[in-house]
Each structure stands twice: as structure tokens, then as C-alpha cells.
């Protein structure tokens, strides 16, 4: 089984433009973000566009494909890390990076660097909404902090004193979707994320499965329909109005 390599592109700097240390930079970051250390190995920089590319040996990849997939799905806090250090650094170089594995088409991690600067806007401050599992409850001053997990995100908002005594009823229980006003970014990919947030109601979220949602439906009467060509048909003509 050959050997396999995965290469590390910056794209907007040519190797005779990065510097000897910052090239090393580089290079033990990549490093970390592959792991698999002792068997791991250097291979070339190329030119064009700065081409760092490492070798693995066949014992590791699988680790390796592992780890850069959960990087990627941000399930692995520190390849995550390592990450983060190569955006920074890609955007203090004016580059952006690409991480590939040779012999598979497509892109393993697209690190924007400093083309991520270009998509930020000013946060924009506007009513809204977090929702998710509270798991954390707290604070030592005359505010308490709210810590809600959805999916793979936690988002942490101010809340007062007496909001957080009705939280924590629902500590690490049903859904929550707290309500108030904060400050959000758009990011690269276009997503509205909160900045900061202060909570001043929140709802508990039915957690009711799609079937137990449709039986109380059915039970309170529904739309009055007996299929579902006859609710189309209600549809279609409400449009029509």
C-alpha cells in the first residue's frame, strides 16, 4: 500500500515570498492539524501558489482522514484549533488556504484567511431569538449567563437574575427558545450569528415527535380535511384569493 499525501495549498503566496521562519510556521501547524506525527513526514513545497505537502504512512491515514473530517464538522476541538491559527495566519499573509488529499477529487477544508474579511459586515443590532438545550446556568454579578447547545453550537446570553431562576427549572431539559435583542454578523457563508445577546422571555418548545404533532392536530379538529388532494386544493385556492 503506497504511501499517501495530503497537501496544504496557500493561495496567494508564492514560496519565494514566505519567509524561511514563516514557511516553518506553517509547517508545524499543518503538522498539527494532520496529527499522526510519527508518521507523518515531509515531502515538497512547490511552487505556483505555495504548496506545502506532507506524506503518511499507510498505517495512519485512516486516523488522519478521521481527524480532518471532524475538523472539518467542527467535532474536534483541538484539530479545530489548529485551524484557527491557519486562518489567522493566512489572513495576516493576505492568502487563503486549501487542503486536499492527492488522488481524491474535491476539497477536504477550505480556510478562507483573508477572504473571510471581504463577506464581514458591521454587526447589526435587531430582536431576535437562540434556541437549543440549556447547560449552563450562572453569574457573580448583576447579570447571570445562559449557555444554550444546539446541535454541534452552544450560544451564551446575558440574562437578569430572575430569568435565570426560571431557567434553571429547564436545566438540561427540553428545548428552549429565548427571546430578546442582540448584536449579529453575517458570516462568509452568508449565516447571521449572534454576537452578543440579552434574553428578556423565553418559550419552552414542544418536544413532540412530527406523528404526536399530527394526532393533537387531528384531535383539535385539523383544517377540516380528509386528505391530503383535498388540503392542496384549500391551499391553492387561498393563494388564489
Known amino acids: 500500500m503506497d504511501n499517501t499525501t495530503f497537501t496544504l495549498r496557500i493561495e496567494g503566496v508564492a514560496p519565494d515570498d514566505l519567509p524561511l521562519r514563516r514557511l516553518a510556521a506553517?509547517?508545524?501547524?499543518?503538522?498539527?492539524?494532520?496529527?499522526?506525527?510519527?508518521?507523518?513526514?515531509?515531502?515538497?513545497?512547490?511552487?505556483?501558489?505555495?504548496?506545502?505537502?506532507?506524506?503518511?504512512?499507510?498505517?495512519?491515514?485512516?486516523?488522519?482522514?478521521?481527524?480532518?473530517?471532524?475538523?472539518?464538522?467542527?467535532a474536534s476541538p483541538d484539530a479545530c484549533k489548529s485551524i484557527d491559527r491557519l486562518d489567522a495566519m493566512l489572513s495576516a499573509d493576505n492568502a487563503s488556504g486549501i487542503l486536499s488529499e492527492e488522488g481524491r477529487p474535491g476539497v477536504i477544508i477550505r480556510i478562507p484567511g483573508a477572504n473571510a474579511r471581504t463577506a464581514q459586515l458591521p454587526p447589526v443590532a435587531e430582536t431576535g431569538f437562540l434556541q437549543g438545550e440549556l447547560i449552563r446556568i450562572g453569574g457573580r454579578d448583576e447579570t447571570a449567563h445562559a449557555t444554550l447547545r444546539d446541535g454541534d453550537r452552544t450560544y451564551t446570553c446575558v440574562v437578569s437574575h430572575d430569568l435565570a431562576r426560571e431557567l434553571g427549572k429547564y436545566l438540561f431539559g427540553p428545548q428552549l427558545r429565548l427571546h430578546g435583542r442582540g448584536r449579529w454578523r453575517r458570516s462568509a457563508e452568508g449565516a447571521w450569528e449572534p454576537v452578543d445577546f440579552r434574553a428578556a422571555e423565553f418559550d419552552v418548545l414542544d418536544s413532540a415527535s412530527l406523528a404526536e404533532a399530527a394526532k393533537k392536530l387531528r384531535a383539535a379538529g385539523g383544517f377540516g380535511h380528509q386528505d391530503a388532494v383535498e388540503a392542496w386544493r384549500t391551499m391553492r385556492d387561498l393563494r388564489a384569493e
Open 26 to 74: 506553517y509547517l508545524d501547524e499543518f503538522a498539527r492539524l494532520l496529527g499522526e506525527e510519527a508518521s507523518t513526514r515531509f515531502e515538497s513545497v512547490s511552487a505556483g501558489s505555495t504548496k506545502i505537502v506532507a506524506r503518511t504512512l499507510p498505517i495512519a491515514v485512516p486516523k488522519v482522514r478521521e481527524r480532518l473530517a471532524a475538523a472539518r464538522d467542527g
